[in-house]
């Protein structure tokens, strides 16, 4: 089976991996702040905050944005659930907008419809959850504009954007959101096996973020109500939960880090390859914003099912048959029985509805040979002109 992503491990990660098992600390030593200071210098941003998931840089960072019980955190229905989830983690209800058609991100139109609404209602959100689908970033100039006229703050979710570029400057420099989060799970561009981060250039959301992190205990006199009784001295400001990444993630993060753009470029080569090699079949192939370079975690096409004698479910049961491990990103959230229990209903976003029964994610990693890309291209002409 062709997978949908995968990791690439080399002899330099193995090598960092295992120093760090050589070493004192297999927890809160060097590797963590280098990680960090590697990943913001790189993006472009003043601060890093590297924890053990971006759901957990999700949760903090809407924290430390101060979202609570009566705040409303909105995001896209098309995205994976810890976009929203980290709303209900802190006791705000959540609620979405709908997507661009073309794009497959949030539209600044059915939003800026939907504020006007909530506007009216007495309801706006305080925290908007902008997610860049398959990397691409999200119109952030527009959805700025409408945190500034209508009062919320936003986090990025670049879970599927590291290395990618907005307006000629990498996802994450902060120009127009108050928090980016990186995901380094094993499918995404650079992993960590588990992990994540937050980066922002505001001082005080990254001092929050990392007391949250560890227990919200800090040992810094600084931070203190009053003077530490003694050099064994700590103190509980916060409450924070253990969200702490390990130095071995850390070191295989910093490792993986040195080829990012190597890893960008290859697979905007692959998305490439594919735009010509599918031209001539029944699928819409990803658009392409001009203004912005994708991370491209993700190859989606979409099934122009009025010219294919086959559904959704056939064709990708077919390809899987083939040895084509595609797959699909993603389920509507809104979708979810967890969510259908809070009263939203299917009908609610006919755009992303209407993805969800087009979209297919083709293999796109790496690795990824040219042979296993002419694989899916034959998988792909033989399920849908068959
Ligand atoms: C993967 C992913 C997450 C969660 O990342 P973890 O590191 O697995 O917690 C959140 N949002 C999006 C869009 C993702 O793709």
Redesign the pocket.
Known sequence: MIPYGRQDITQEDIDAVVAVLRSDFLTQGPCVPAFETAVARHVGAAHGVAV???????HIACLALGLGPGDWLWTTPI?????ANCGLYCGAQIDFADIDPRTYNLCPQALEEKLLAAQAAGRLPKVLVA???CGQPCDMEAIHALGQRFGFRIIE????AIGGKYKGEFIGSGRYSDIT?F???P??IVTTA???MAVTNDPQLAEKMALLRSHGITRDPQQMTHPADGPWYYQQIDLGFNYRMTELQAALGISQMQRLDQYVARRHKLAIRYDNLLAALPVTRPWQHPDSYSGL?LYVIRLQLDQIGKSHLEVFESLRQQGIGVNL??IPVHLQPYCQAMGFKRGDYPEAERYYEEAISLPMFQTMGLDQQDAVLAALRNTLIA
């Open positions: 053990n998931s971006a759901t957990s840089a999700l995205t994976f659930v810890a976009s997610v860049h689908l979710d670049a879970s599927h989060v995901s380094f799970h499918v995404k588990e992990g994540g975690h990103h993603y």
